[in-house]
């Protein structure tokens, strides 16, 4: 679809006031989206797992307004409590869907929203967060025109999540997700994330994500800065192809189940994510020394004991240890025993391979 179909352009008659009710997770990308064109328009393909226990949930009421203002009118709430520093980046996305939904100038929100993982984690909820609002407006759209299918609602969410935050546009649905268009896959594209569309592996289909906080703190990098480095980065050309390679073999590797071939590449993207801060123009650091210390930890135990289990990492000194179900109770007496300590607090999330965004 072009971005041209997203833009709502029907008379229906719009409902006086009501609300819905969403909650999404977020998702961890195996090839990594870094670097981006316009308004996140990825330089490369990027392919995730959706999680299931870092969810944001979000309650969002209209009323239609009484007077004929053309400002977008809204107060954003977290746990119930009013939230001015979260405005900004709410009000940014509302501006930027404002073409696609001219219906949202009609009415006045109260956005509720709360997190299922600690606030202060270092864990991004924008992906959650703001996938669960795309859909909420969504369901609004769909009270106006109750027309559009079910795939048009989900793909336009999508959409939107995208122009609110690239990797939000992964989150709204299940297990694997790809985004970014890539000659293998017909329907991919850059403007919204699909549903992986070739077969995976029952073996990815209940996989873990543990999710070591090592630094709680905010980033001192920005990922909407990072992106912007890849532009005239000296490997970025490279990067971009290795990347749509990567997401060809990561294909094969979801298909036959081959879980050595898969920590291989992901900790490769992981460490060449990093890398490419390392070297960027300014150059910086996100990871801290006891990232790699788990780092260095995972690949000892997984040599000695011979089980697939890998790192993942974000754009922040976070790891997210990833492996298969039938090794978990392994795994996580390992994180117990030594990862923890590595964790600011001692904390973790034991997270998995989820099934999307809910409707309550
Ligand atoms: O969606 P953003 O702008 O927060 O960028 C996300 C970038 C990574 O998490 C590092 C990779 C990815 O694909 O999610």
């Known amino acids: 679809m072009k971005k041209e179909d997203f833009i ?9 006031s009501g609300s819905s009710h969403w909650e999404s997770p977020s998702n961890i990308a195996l090839v990594k989206y870094w670097g981006k064109s316009d308004l996140q328009i990825p330089k490369n393909t990027s392919i995730s797992f959706t999680l299931s226990k870092c969810l944001t949930n979000t309650k969002f009421d209209f009323v239609k307004k009484t007077n004929n203002s053309k400002l977008i009118d809204f107060e954003i709430y977290y746990n119930d409590n009013l939230k001015e520093d979260f405005k900004p980046k709410i009000q940014s996305f509302l501006e930027r869907i404002v073409t696609y939904c001219p219906y ?48 048009y609602f989900y793909t ?26 890539h000659s293998s896959f017909n329907s991919s594209s850059n403007l919204y994330s699909i549903n992986f569309p070739y077969e995976v592996n029952d073996i990815f289909k209940t996989y873990h994500d543990a999710v070591l906080l090592v630094d709680k703190g905010i980033k001192t990098v920005s990922s909407t800065a990072g992106h912007n480095l890849m532009n005239n980065h000296p490997f970025g050309e490279k990067r971009f192809q290795i990347a749509q390679e990567n997401t060809d073999k990561l294909s094969t ?16 993207e992981a460490l060449m994510l990093h890398g490419l801060m390392m070297t960027s123009d300014p150059s910086y650091i996100l ?21 697939p289990v890998c790192f993942t990492l974000d754009a922040g000194a976070n790891v997210h240890v990833l492996f298969p179900d039938k090794y978990s109770d392994k795994v996580y007496n390992f994180i117990e025993t030594k990862l923890k300590v590595y964790c600011e607090s001692n904390s973790y999330i034991k997270d998995c391979v989820g099934f999307g965004a809910k409707q309550l």
């Open 8 to 16: 709502y352009n029907n008379n229906f008659v719009a409902p006086l």
């Open 104 to 151: 949202i100038l009609n009415y006045k929100f109260k956005i509720n929203t709360i997190n299922t993982f600690p606030h202060s984690s270092g864990i991004a909820s924008s992906a959650s967060g703001i996938s669960a609002l795309a859909l909420c407006i969504m369901s609004l759209e769909k009270l106006i025109n109750p027309k559009i299918t079910d795939e």
């Open 156 to 181: 336009k969410a999508s959409f939107l999540a995208r122009l609110g935050s690239g990797s939000a546009c992964r989150s709204l649905k299940g297990s694997v997700n790809l985004w970014g268009a």
């Open 253 to 268: 590797i979801l298909k036959n189940g081959d879980t050595n071939e898969f920590v291989k590449l992901v900790e490769n």
């Open 287 to 307: 990871i801290k020394p006891n990232t790699l210390r788990i780092i260095e930890s995972i690949r000892e135990f997984r040599f000695k004991n011979d089980i």
